[in-house]
């Protein structure tokens, strides 16, 4: 009997470890729910193991610390670019008033050679003064040995050099710097207010669909001619029939907008926004652009620039300084009920429409109630010659 016990022992204790080993999964359910169960009671509770790292929640990139981190950083990278500009202008500023410095001083030292030489003729004209007075009272004689015959008082005279009057500082030179910096100072506070609009610049295309038949449209929608001869198309009820118009594909709903037109190569033009709702039949005031409430429009034509809505127009002055413009900047604020046309070279502001700005059309209406469309016109020529009436939708991309 002592035997069989003895040789029992092993085998119970193998069946204890397996036991253990199948029992262990169910001793830490147990274990989670005695943990439970004890955090109930009020006894002290053992924290459980922690989760798995693909368990664990990640912050989210919309966090608000995300978006402070990321606020910074844009921050930090726009100070570095203005940074950037401040060095070079106080680099280039330097460097002229180094320039300026070096000519005033290469001016001064000639000037001090001249200066030196008049001085030392000075002192040879006292030195002989000096002597003439000595020898006035005394006997002729004494003046004959100290001034010969062939003495001439023309030997006392410095004979001027036509190169000293050419000693200055060169101010040719230094109007064209002025004029060079006021340039550059214009058109860089023409591009920086430039920047911010270009920061709302859309993406316009012409839509080929309400082109008049002799309006041609480049392959990428962005240019335009008026040509003689009629396209063959099919008669769309959102075509132009009469007048040479032309919308854009764009949808103004919401928003800001800009976009600049190149009119340079058109004598007479009209650029604007519509709804999509303008009268395209017929050459009547409810299908000109500007002249009807479904339209705001900047005019060229017969040399007068005018702005035109609801058939109202204001004359803008047109003189060698305050050219037409060449190209036409278009800003739109949909919510606001804002157009604004600018002259998109020197950024000149040249018409505003909005309630706030506007006396001389109807305030009210500048609250927009439809879609918005870029717009476009063509005049008749005159003299039926339309190989320079061409306008063009600039490419504003960054």
């Not at 610049?201 to 962005?222: E, F, L, Y």
């Not at 132009?240 to 032309?246: E, P, R, S």
Request: net charge neutral.
């Amino acid at each position: 009997m002592e035997k069989l016990q003895m040789n029992s022992a092993p085998l119970f204790s193998e069946v204890d470890e397996m036991a253990e080993e199948n029992l262990n999964p169910l001793s830490e359910e147990a274990g989670f729910f005695c943990l439970a169960t004890e955090a109930r009671s009020g006894t002290q509770v053992t924290q459980p193991f922690p989760r798995s790292p693909k368990l664990i929640r990640k912050p989210s990139r919309n966090s608000p610390k995300a978006s402070e981190t990321s606020s910074e950083t844009m921050k930090q990278r726009i100070q570095e670019c203005f940074e950037g500009l401040h060095v070079a202008l106080q680099e280039d500023e330097q460097a002229v008033l180094d320039m300026i410095e070096q000519d005033c001083r290469e001016t001064s030292s000639k000037l001090n050679r001249i200066l030196k030489d008049w001085n030392q003729h000075l002192a040879l004209l006292q030195k002989h003064i000096t002597v003439m007075q000595s020898a006035k009272d005394g006997p002729v004689e004494s003046l004959k040995q100290l001034f010969p015959e062939d003495f001439k008082m023309t030997c006392c005279r410095k004979k001027l050099d036509p190169a000293e009057e050419e000693i200055k500082m060169n101010e040719e030179k230094a109007q064209k710097l002025m004029k060079a910096l006021r340039n550059i100072s214009k058109d860089l506070k023409a591009q920086l207010q430039q920047k911010t609009l270009l920061l709302d610049s859309s993406n316009v295309a012409i839509d080929r669909q309400t082109c008049h038949k002799q309006i041609k449209v480049s392959p990428d929608g962005r240019g335009m001619g008026l040509s003689t001869e009629d396209r063959s198309v099919h008669d769309d009820p959102l075509r132009f029939d009469q007048l040479y118009c032309a919308l854009s594909c764009f949808a103004i709903k919401t928003g800001k907008h800009y976009w600049e037109v190149d009119v340079h190569c058109c004598p007479a033009w009209a650029v604007g926004v519509a709804y999509g709702s303008i009268q395209k039949r017929g050459r009547d005031k409810g299908a000109k652009l500007g002249r009807n409430r479904c339209s705001w429009s900047l005019e060229f034509q017969d040399g007068h620039l005018t702005a035109w809505h609801n058939d109202r127009h204001l004359a803008l002055p047109v003189t060698a300084a305050r050219a037409a413009p060449n190209r036409v900047g278009v800003f739109v604020n949909y919510i606001k009920g804002r157009v604004v046309f600018y002259d998109a070279v020197t950024m000149r502001l040249l018409q505003e429409f909005s309630a706030v700005q506007t006396a001389v059309f109807d305030r009210a209406h500048h609250q927009f109630t439809e879609p918005l469309y870029p717009a476009f016109r063509f005049f008749t020529p005159t003299d039926r010659h339309t190989g320079h009436n061409h306008m063009e939708i600039c490419d504003l991309s960054l």
